[in-house]
């Protein structure tokens, strides 16, 4: 199965702060990769796939990108609205896995 | 708007059995390949099996194979999960999503259906 590790787990930043979370793979899954954000309570909802792509909607504050099996999300200028847990998910075989989560907090 | 809505969750004893069905609206439903996704208590979220869009495919994780069910009523726009000989670590929270394809990602997912193994 191909494992992926989110780093950090936890983050605490402010509103207007610039933030970075990594998920890193086992094994090459090229741009098979997808990004969701999830709030409490709430299903989770797709903000990037193919590795780097913004799904429609999306604010472009958030950006994605790609290094061998090291994937980033990025949001450049954190809003209220952007505190909530993040997880990458591969489907490049199957059984398709997630990342552990980041929990990103209020400072 | 594309929409799923899951339903049949509930507190099932262990060994037990339940069924999930996801209802499917605002998009072509027997033109998707859909999932099924678990999230446990302060866990991560889980794969735990795949439909394709005629229902001639079906995968499972392991931990779920050879208890669980996936199949889908292409005529009623509604896909279902029958969970058999549930144990306390099925506790979770069960959402339906469509399998954009590819690296496309999972959109929309279902609400989610919570699902409580205990005795």
């Known amino acids: 199965d191909i494992q992926l590790t989110q780093s950090p787990s936890f983050l605490s930043a402010s509103v207007g702060d610039r933030v970075t979370v990594t998920c890193r793979a086992s094994?090459?899954?090229?741009?098979?990769l997808a990004w969701y954000q999830q709030k409490p309570g709430k299903a989770p909802k797709l903000l990037i796939y193919?590795?780097?792509t913004l799904q429609t909607g999306v604010p472009s504050r958030f950006s994605a990108g790609a290094s061998g099996t090291e994937f980033t999300l990025t949001i450049s200028s954190l809003q209220p609205e952007d505190f909530a847990t993040y997880y990458c998910?591969?489907?490049?075989?199957?059984?398709?896995?997630f990342g552990q989560g980041t929990q990103l907090e209020i400072k | 708007q594309e929409q799923l809505v899951e339903s049949g969750g509930g507190v099932v004893q262990p060994g037990r059995s339940l069924r999930l069905s996801c209802a499917a609206s605002?998009?072509?439903?027997s033109g998707w390949n859909m999932q099924w996704v678990r999230q446990g208590p302060g866990k991560r979220l889980e794969?735990?099996?795949?439909?394709?869009?005629?229902?001639?495919?079906?995968f499972y994780a392991d931990s779920v194979k050879g208890r669980f069910t996936v199949s889908r009523d292409n005529s009623k726009d509604t896909l279902f999960l029958q969970m058999n000989s549930l144990r306390a670590d099925d506790t979770a929270v069960y959402y339906c999503?469509?399998?954009?394809?590819?690296?496309?990602?999972?959109?929309?997912w279902g609400q989610g259906t919570l699902v409580t193994v205990s005795s």
């Open positions: 999503v469509r399998d954009i394809g590819g690296w496309f990602g999972f959109d929309p």
């Open positions: 605002g998009f072509t439903f």
């Open positions: 794969w735990i099996t795949f439909i394709s869009y005629d229902g001639t495919s079906i």
């Open positions: 094994q090459g899954i090229s741009s098979y």
């Open positions: 193919a590795a780097s």
């Open positions: 998910q591969q489907s490049k075989s199957y059984p398709y896995t």
